[in-house]
Structure formats: structure tokens, C-alpha cells
């Protein structure tokens, strides 16, 4: 079964420091997502990851996959207040339907 | 634009009504899906859809249905709610193609008393 945990759940920094949101998962897969949510809203989607070695970056935040390690980073550079919200990784598994497993998700506050 | 549609923001249901929860995506998607999402536990599948008339059970099927008459329609029917039911149900959608990433709907938040 696969499992996917993130690292860590509850985040409060500075701005304009820098950190990692780490997301972990048990069994092989090739493909990974990265999603926002606001409170009381929906998911919105961030990242897309399909390969070993991807990377991707939008804005401040850049996002990486090693699919040998099962290991995904979710990099935040130079933060500000308005990437205040819960990041969600989801792994897509190696078989079967297209479904998405998520982690528990990480909320990350900013203050100014 | 992708856009994935929930009949209702909020719902109040007393214990032991049937509860309906309808979804609309408009890109033709192939699977459909329906996840809770509470506190701490992130978001769990409840079932998904990779066609008309197809369903799979997802990791918490119990205590609840779903029907998918249409490409378009997936509804998540709670037979006969319960307390423990009260939650966010976030719809989503993917083409189930090479890359399915999912497109979610703005939840409902269903309270149950």
C-alpha cells in the first residue's frame, strides 16, 4: 500500500528566509504533485513531477523529484506572507487506476 | 480552464438522512474522485470512477455509495448520515492519461447533527 508522509506538518518562518517542505513515499511511482490550499478553499494545483531528476520553479518556490530516493522537496525561497497556506504532495501509484494518494499536508504560516 | 463543480458550499444534515453530494467536471474527463479532508488525516479517497458506470472503492468506502450515470456526474450518496461524517468531500477530475493531475472542485463542507 502506498503510504505518503510529509515533513513537517506545521511550519511558521519569517519572511524573506528560506526552507524545505520534504514529502516521502513508500512504494515506487514516477509521478508527483504538488498542491495549494487556502483556508476554506480548494486545492489548487502547483507542480507537476514525471521524472527522476525533474525540476520545476514558479515564483518562489521551486519543487524537485528522486524517484530513487522516493523523495520530493518542496523549496521556498526568500518567503513572503502571501505563500501562507497548506502544501499537499500526492503520488500517483505505480499501477492499477490514476488515482492520487496524498500526504497529511503542511501548513506554512509566514509572518511579516 | 478546467472546472470542476460542487452542487453545495455547506450543508447541514440531521443523523440518519439520506445525503447527496453532486459533482460536474466539464473537460470529459475519464475518472472522477471523491476525498475527505479532515484535520490531520489529509485527504483520504472514499471512490473513484475511471468511467460511466465504473467504481472502485478508495482507502474509506464504508457508510457510503456513488453513482456515475453520465461522463460528466459523480455523486456521492451518504445512505444514512452519521456524526462521524462530518467533514469537507472535495470532488476531482484527471483525463487518465499520461499525466493525470487532478482538478478539484471547492468542497463541500457537510456538518452533520
Known amino acids: 500500500e502506498l503510504k505518503v508522509e510529509q515533513n513537517p506538518l506545521f511550519l511558521s518562518m519569517q519572511e524573506g528566509k528560506n526552507y524545505t517542505i520534504y514529502c516521502n513515499y513508500s512504494t515506487t511511482s514516477d509521478r508527483l504533485y504538488w498542491y495549494r490550499q487556502d483556508p476554506g478553499k480548494s486545492l489548487e494545483s502547483l507542480f507537476v513531477?514525471?521524472?527522476?531528476?525533474a525540476v520545476k520553479q514558479e515564483g518562489r518556490l521551486m519543487a524537485s523529484l528522486d524517484t530513487k530516493a522516493r523523495l520530493s522537496t518542496l523549496h521556498i525561497t526568500a518567503a513572503v506572507h502571501d505563500l501562507s497556506a497548506t502544501y499537499f504532495c500526492?503520488?500517483?501509484?505505480?499501477?492499477?487506476?490514476?488515482?492520487?494518494?496524498f500526504g497529511q499536508g503542511t501548513r506554512l504560516t509566514i509572518n511579516p | 480552464d478546467v472546472k470542476v463543480t460542487q452542487s453545495s458550499r455547506y450543508l447541514v444534515k440531521r443523523t440518519g438522512e439520506k445525503v447527496f453530494l453532486e459533482c460536474v467536471q466539464d473537460m470529459d474527463h475519464e475518472n472522477m474522485f471523491w476525498y475527505r479532508q479532515d484535520p490531520g488525516l489529509g485527504l483520504r479517497l472514499i471512490y473513484f470512477?475511471?468511467?460511466?458506470?465504473?467504481?472502485e472503492k478508495g482507502d474509506i468506502p464504508e457508510g457510503y455509495s456513488v453513482s456515475r450515470e453520465k461522463k460528466e456526474r459523480f455523486s456521492l450518496i451518504l445512505e444514512s448520515a452519521s456524526t462521524n461524517q462530518t467533514s469537507m468531500y472535495l470532488c476531482?477530475?484527471?483525463?487518465?492519461?499520461?499525466?493525470?493531475?487532478?482538478?478539484f472542485g471547492q468542497g463541500t463542507r457537510l456538518t452533520v447533527v
Open positions: 513531477l514525471l521524472s527522476n531528476g
Open positions: 476531482a477530475s484527471s483525463s487518465g492519461q499520461e499525466r493525470p493531475e487532478a482538478f
Open positions: 500526492a503520488v500517483v501509484p505505480p499501477q492499477g487506476a490514476q488515482k492520487l494518494v
Open positions: 470512477s475511471y468511467d460511466v458506470k465504473m467504481k
